[in-house]
């Protein structure tokens, strides 16, 4: 077996599990004497994750690692980060944090493992959603997102591959990197930072004006996306500004689904839903 350094700038950093320091670069190879990355999960703009082990329990148990390398003038962010998922991670839906690492070099949260495959994954081997596994997902997540816009936070990044199917078949909504607080009215005057994830990011989120509606806007893409098969840039029209989704499904659905995954992903937010209250009250 391998433990893996993760110094970013370590040359050789697969060390065998009987270190305790780096063969390549001299770092320490445990986290906090306790948590053993194994191998990397994925790496973005907000820093890389890894598969590790919490020796810190017996039996040893499997964790996350998220790394954060902030600059000098975001470690502020990275704190707040930190602070968020230690709040949100009290939903079972939601990863729980079990610790909070921080050296000169970087920040590291240490989250649940939560086995099982993301959507994007669930699609590409079995195939395109039915509407009753649409229908399903809608009343699982929904709760989620009441949750966290109550918390006065926005995701910022739902897609296909950011929900997991846990073992007890609830998605789990994952990685809150992209996570902000909710702007105050005099913030949405101003432009922010864009985030998000083309296609599946609200219009209003390319003026870095995400609010809780774009959330639902994208969890309506992503129901897009399972149902049909295809991405949410070719359902786009140009001519109609909108998602012309319909002809792509296997089968149809109902029309009450239909009108509701329209309302959520409308472009303008006048027409879209503007909380998960009442898009759970049209599906009952």
């Known amino acids: 077996m391998t433990i893996l350094c993760i110094n970013p700038q370590c040359p050789h950093p697969e060390n065998s599990d009987d270190r305790d320091r780096c063969l390549g670069c001299g770092a320490k190879l445990y986290l906090g004497d306790r948590f053993r990355p194994i191998r990397p999960l994925g790496q973005g703009g907000f820093g890389r994750t890894f598969l590790a082990w919490d020796d810190g329990q017996i039996p040893p148990q499997r964790c996350v690692i998220k790394q954060l390398v902030p600059s000098a003038g975001s470690r502020d962010r990275a704190w707040k980060e930190a602070d968020r998922l230690a709040h949100l991670g009290q939903h079972p839906q939601i990863p729980a944090l079990i610790a909070i690492l921080e050296s000169p070099r970087d920040l590291c949260l240490v989250q ?31 709760p ?12 910022r990044d739902i897609k296909p591959e950011n929900i997991l199917l846990a073992p007890n078949k609830l998605p789990v909504l994952v990685d809150f990197g992209a996570a902000r607080s909710l702007p105050s009215a005099t913030e949405l005057e101003r432009t922010g930072t864009v985030i998000g994830s083309a296609g599946y990011a609200a219009p209003e989120q390319a003026l870095g004006k995400a609010i809780s509606a774009s959330d639902l806007y994208s969890l309506g893409m992503t129901c897009l996306h399972l149902l049909t098969g295809q991405h949410p840039f070719d359902l786009y029209s140009v001519a109609e500004d909108r998602a012309v989704w319909q002809p792509f ?22 027409s879209r839903y503007a909380n998960a209250n009442s898009v759970l009250a049209d599906l009952a």
Do not use: C, M, W
């Not at 195939?127 to 997540?141: C, M, W």
């Not at 989620?144 to 995701?155: E, N, R, S």
């Open 144 to 155: 989620v997102l009441q949750f966290i816009h109550k918390q006065g936070i926005i995701h």
């Open 112 to 142: 649940t493992y939560i086995p099982g495959r993301n959507l994007e994954q669930a699609l590409v081997a079995e195939g395109p959603f039915s509407e009753s596994q649409v229908r399903s997902l809608l009343l699982a997540l929904l």
């Open 249 to 270: 499904l296997p089968q149809a659905v109902s029309p009450t689904l239909a009108r509701i995954l329209d309302r959520l992903t409308a472009r303008s937010l006048r």
